[in-house]
C-alpha cells in the first residue's frame, strides 16, 4: 500500500521530474512550474512540456543531468516522499476521478460527488485499464537541491521503491537522523536478462555521507 496522501510543506522552487523508468529509459531534468508553448513529439496530456528551469542548466554535464547530490528536511521517510494511483478523466482539460493508495480510493462519480472504494492499483482495477487515459502512479518527494527547495517528481514505480528504500537505508546510517544524510540522484546503465542483456537506464538515490553541521531535526521536534 502506498503512502497516506498529504500535501507539500512548502511551495517548490523548481521540480526535479524523473521519467519512463520502467520503460529503460529514465531522464532527470529540472523544470519550472511554467507549462511550455512550443509543441514537441513527446508532449502528452499526461507528460506535458514544461519550461527547463536556470538550475537545469547549472547542473547539466555533457548534455544531460546524471546525478544530483540533495539532502532532506525531516527524519522520516514518509514525510519526505509520497505516492498515490491518479486516474484522469478522457477531456484534456478535466479532472482525476479517482485517487487511490491501493488499498482504498476516492472515486469521482458523474454528478461530481465522492465515494470510498476498494483500490487495487492499475495492474489489477478494471477501470484503470479503460479509456484514453491510463491509472498512474504520482510520486513526489520534497528535498533540497543546494538549499533551495525542490519537489522531485516521477510517474514510476520503480523510482518510488528506489527513493524510498535509499530513505531507508540514509535513515539508518545516520542513526535516525535522516535529515543530516547527503543523498545521490543518480541515473545509470545496466542490463539484465529480463533486458536480454541490452543496455538501459535505471536510477537510484544513495547515501554518500553524513553532514556534521547540521542539527538533527528530531531535536528540535523534541524539544518543542
Given at each position: 500500500?502506498?503512502?497516506?496522501?498529504?500535501k507539500p510543506y512548502r511551495h517548490p522552487h523548481a521540480v526535479i521530474r524523473i521519467e519512463l523508468v520502467?520503460?529503460?529509459?529514465?531522464?532527470?531534468?529540472?523544470?519550472?512550474?511554467?507549462?511550455?508553448?512550443?509543441?514537441?513529439?513527446?508532449?502528452?496530456?499526461?507528460?506535458?512540456?514544461?519550461?527547463?528551469h536556470s538550475l537545469h542548466h547549472e547542473y547539466k554535464k555533457n548534455g544531460q543531468i546524471e546525478n544530483?547530490?540533495?539532502?532532506?528536511?525531516?527524519?522520516?521517510?514518509?514525510?519526505?516522499?509520497?505516492?498515490?494511483?491518479?486516474?484522469?478523466?478522457?477531456?484534456?482539460?478535466?479532472?482525476?476521478?479517482?485517487?487511490?493508495?491501493?488499498?482504498?480510493?476516492?472515486?469521482?462519480?458523474?454528478?461530481?460527488?465522492?465515494?470510498?472504494?476498494?483500490?487495487?492499483?492499475?495492474?489489477?482495477?478494471?477501470?484503470?485499464?479503460?479509456?484514453?487515459?491510463?491509472?498512474?502512479?504520482?510520486?513526489?518527494?520534497?528535498?533540497?537541491?543546494?538549499?533551495?527547495?525542490?519537489?522531485?517528481?516521477?510517474?514510476?514505480?520503480?523510482?518510488?521503491?528506489?527513493?524510498?528504500?535509499?530513505?531507508?537505508?540514509?535513515?539508518?546510517?545516520?542513526s535516525g537522523e535522516l535529515n543530516s544524510a547527503s543523498l545521490m540522484l543518480t541515473t545509470w546503465q545496466?542490463?539484465?536478462?529480463?533486458?536480454?542483456?541490452?543496455?538501459?537506464?535505471?536510477?537510484?538515490?544513495?547515501?554518500?555521507?553524513?553532514?556534521?553541521?547540521?542539527?538533527?531535526?528530531?531535536?528540535?521536534?523534541?524539544?518543542?
Open positions: 500500500m502506498l503512502d497516506n496522501q498529504h520502467e520503460e529503460g529509459e529514465a531522464k532527470m531534468e529540472i523544470v519550472s512550474h511554467v507549462h511550455s508553448k512550443n509543441d514537441t513529439p513527446n508532449q502528452t496530456r499526461l507528460v506535458p512540456s514544461m519550461e527547463l544530483l547530490q540533495i539532502s532532506v528536511e525531516f527524519d522520516e521517510p514518509e514525510h519526505v516522499i509520497r505516492a498515490q494511483y491518479v486516474k484522469w478523466a478522457d477531456h484534456e482539460l478535466d479532472h482525476p476521478i479517482c485517487i487511490g493508495n491501493g488499498h482504498v480510493a476516492n472515486l469521482m462519480k458523474d454528478d461530481k460527488t465522492e465515494i470510498k472504494v476498494r483500490c487495487l492499483g492499475p495492474k489489477r482495477c478494471e477501470m484503470a485499464v479503460n479509456g484514453k487515459a491510463p491509472c498512474m502512479i504520482d510520486v513526489r518527494a520534497n528535498v533540497l537541491l543546494g538549499g533551495v527547495p525542490v519537489e522531485i517528481r516521477s510517474n514510476s514505480e520503480n523510482a518510488f521503491m528506489a527513493m524510498r528504500s535509499g530513505l531507508e537505508y540514509a535513515k539508518a546510517r545516520t545496466k542490463s539484465t536478462r529480463g533486458s536480454t542483456y541490452q543496455a538501459f537506464t535505471a536510477f537510484d538515490l544513495e547515501y554518500v555521507g553524513k553532514q556534521e553541521d547540521v542539527d538533527p531535526i528530531s531535536k528540535g521536534m523534541k524539544a518543542y
